[in-house]
């Protein structure tokens, strides 16, 4: 007689039934504290918070950014600041190089670069500063995108990247220009927790306006502010810490690569100020959807709107749970209706 297949299937629970009652009783009780402890750790702001990052596949999205910035940001603002006085350029050139820790040879590298203003001007014109503007669109479409695809937003359908990539570039060299004559005026001697306090206001500002303006003012300033303080204050402590780890980096990848190492370092650190910009991103939005004591302050009153009056309504959630393989950028989780170009 042939023996059923399924009669050889052990139950599940077959080997528990053999164990004492005290001891499944104390499995049950362990199984019990574990669901209870998942079902509580769900219905957290922080979990909330990493669903929305494996939704917008952040780590695909932070490199992404960290190489248009690299191509496109940097060389861009070098193209500016070749045309404009030399006290604004020294204020670009030392703000940068104090964001990114750099030293050495590798800081010879980046003042030549900013130094031979004349040379960049004769290689570029005004027909390559005016092509500038069209390469730091690709950097702002980037950044754009971050943020659309962490509010849901759908397109705009206004065809203003150029015009957005512009008046971006043209404020972030303000910024870069206050900072430096900032820390030029207040950066020694007593004076230095008010450069402080100068710089950490103005970088909030900035990460502050920034998702306003590329989200096309679609959403409320003031629920906005969330995501410019986490990207601020995260953005300064990461700045402190480079000129800790940057240097022996520098210098690691200098010894081995020579110039392609110094690039490898600063797309390195630059990868760390695009992990900064999407995670502040969506924990700014979890933040300002929360429906307890944190959501009603930062929209003002429990049934405050998170969109601007004339704003489209956002998209729902993806029906596909996140994934690690897809924050990772292996395979897509959610469609990508939200991008802007």
């Not at 922080?46 to 596949?57: D, G």
Request: aromatic residues 12%; charged residues 15%.
């Amino acid at each position: 007689m042939q023996l059923d297949p399924m009669s050889e299937q052990k139950d599940p629970r077959g080997f528990e039934a053999m164990l004492p009652s005290w001891l499944r009783n104390l499995i049950d009780r362990g199984e019990s504290i574990v669901t209870n402890a998942r079902r509580w750790v769900e219905q957290t702001i922080f979990w909330r918070v990493w669903e929305r990052l494996f939704e917008n596949e952040f780590v695909d999205r932070s490199v992404a950014l960290a190489a248009k910035a690299f191509v496109s940001l940097f060389p861009a603002i070098i193209v500016v600041a070749a045309f404009v006085p030399d006290s604004v350029r020294a204020s670009i050139y030392q703000t940068i190089i104090n964001r990114t820790g750099l030293s050495g040879a590798s800081l010879n590298s980046v003042k030549g670069a900013f130094a031979t203003s004349d040379d960049v001007k004769r290689a570029t014109g005004i027909v390559g500063l005016l092509f500038t503007f069209f390469y730091i669109n690709s950097f702002t479409s980037a950044l754009q995108r971050v943020y659309t695809r962490a509010w849901r937003r759908p397109k705009s359908g206004k065809v203003s990247g150029y015009a957005t990539g512009a008046v971006w570039l043209a404020g972030i060299v303000v910024y870069f220009t206050l900072i430096g004559g900032a820390r030029h005026f207040l950066g020694r001697g007593p004076e230095t927790p008010l450069f402080v306090l100068i710089a950490l206001a103005g970088v909030v500002a900035t990460w502050w306006i920034t998702p306003w303006f590329m989200l096309g003012r679609q959403v409320r300033l003031r629920v906005l502010l969330p995501t410019g303080v986490f990207t601020g204050i995260a953005s300064a402590i990461y700045a402190g810490s480079a000129t800790i780890w940057m240097p022996h980096t520098l210098s690691q990848n200098q010894q081995q690569f020579g110039f392609f190492g110094v690039a490898l370092a600063l797309v390195t650190w630059l990868s760390g100020v695009g992990l900064i910009i999407v995670i502040s991103a969506c924990a700014g939005v979890v933040c300002a959807e929360d429906q307890g004591w944190i959501g009603q302050r930062i929209r003002g009153s429990a049934d405050a709107p998170l969109l601007a009056p004339d704003a489209k309504p956002s998209l729902p959630a993806p029906d596909i749970s996140p994934t690690l393989l897809g924050a990772l950028g292996v395979g897509r989780t959610v469609d990508d209706s939200t991008d802007d170009g």
